[in-house]
């Protein structure tokens, strides 16, 4: 059964430039969640989609935009890159747990260690 | 908002001692907590999690308890191997996310 994968494994670019990044989703799991781990920090939220929406938010600018595919796969784009953007950009997958919001346990994949210059 | 605290690290030990590591949380309503290991240059693998008050997580040796009237999440090991560096992360379940302690970096040497 595989597991969470991301691609591509590592991405170096320079400031201004925009960035995607993939992910597919553990087999039979419907919502993915994507993180920033900056260095030394732990995975802070960016969003979540579920049926192609996107469902909540985190704190982040809409310079971080994102997309779901109808086989539940997704993609992170970041527009505009800053030097502050760099960090490992996680992808978890889970199954959805009722319409009021929650998922069961979030599963990540190995991660996108983007570089910005 | 809700949050967790980890005890800073790193922690360093002799293989075969006994782990600690402390996680407390602040959350309104009743959160499910989870421990995740992070290997050099890897992504979280869940290494165990507790849904409701008092529940045990277990998992290859470490466990956690989840204690409602502390709000905590401690992390423990009978006997450490050197296989278990890495960092650790305490993270409590959100209506929609996780939100993750700073880490705990631990260092066993041979």
């Known amino acids: 059964d595989a597991g969470v994968t991301q691609s591509p494994t590592h991405l170096i670019k320079t400031r201004g430039q925009q960035v995607t990044l993939r992910c597919s989703p553990k087999s039979g799991h419907d919502t993915v969640s994507w993180y920033q781990q900056a260095l030394g920090q732990g995975p802070q939220f960016i969003f979540q989609?579920?049926?192609?929406?996107?469902?909540q938010r985190g704190n982040f600018p809409d310079r971080f935009s994102g997309h779901q595919f109808p086989n539940y796969s997704s993609e992170l784009n970041v527009n505009a890159l800053l030097l502050g953007d760099s960090a490992l950009y996680l992808c978890?997958?889970?199954?959805?747990?009722?319409?009021?919001?929650?998922?069961?346990?979030?599963?990540f994949g190995p991660g996108t260690r983007l570089t910005v210059l | 908002g809700d949050s967790v605290t980890q005890m800073e690290g790193p922690v360093t030990l002799s293989e075969e001692a006994f782990l600690t590591i402390n996680c407390t949380y602040t959350a309104t309503g009743y959160p499910s907590l989870f421990w995740y290991v992070q290997y050099p240059g890897e992504g979280l693998q869940l290494l165990l999690k507790?849904?409701?008050?008092?529940d045990k997580g277990s998992n290859k040796g470490f466990e956690a308890t989840y204690r409602k009237e502390t709000t905590s999440f401690h992390l423990e090991k009978g006997s450490v191997q050197v296989s278990d560096s890495a960092v650790y992360f305490c993270?409590?379940?959100?209506?929609?996310?996780?939100?993750f302690g700073t880490g705990t970096r631990l260092k066993v040497l041979a």
């Open positions: 993270a409590l379940s959100g209506t929609y996310k996780y939100i």
């Open positions: 978890a997958s889970s199954l959805i747990a009722g319409l009021m919001g929650g998922t069961d346990t979030q599963y």
């Open positions: 507790a849904t409701k008050a008092d």
């Open positions: 989609y579920y049926e192609e929406e996107e469902r």
